[in-house]
């Protein structure tokens, strides 16, 4: 079955949010630093390093996506698996700065 003008927009358009999200999202990331650490202290890598840190960060992004469709499956709605993703972010960051107030 193909897909007309809307479906390729659509998809289009799927494509574009995931990318701005995840490339948003990792700026600055800890997986960011360590390739810059990798770099840093290992000249003439920065091609392994590189094929190393994309392949690791698609094989974690194919683990959530496959991960993500199976919640969705047994939870059946996208709102409560947004309302449980935003209350665990909420608390891991209130325990984040529990931690960092203690020290």
Known sequence: MRRGWSGSYKMLNLFAKTFA?????????????????????????????????????????????????????LCGSGRTIRAASGILFILVGVITLISALRR
């Open 21 to 73: 999200l995840v490339f948003l999202a990792e700026l600055g990331d800890k997986t960011q630093l360590a390739a810059l650490t990798l770099a840093a202290s290992s000249p003439g890598g920065k091609w392994a390093i590189f094929l190393g840190s994309a392949l690791a960060l698609a094989v974690t992004s194919l683990i959530a996506v496959f991960a993500g469709d199976a919640i969705t499956r």
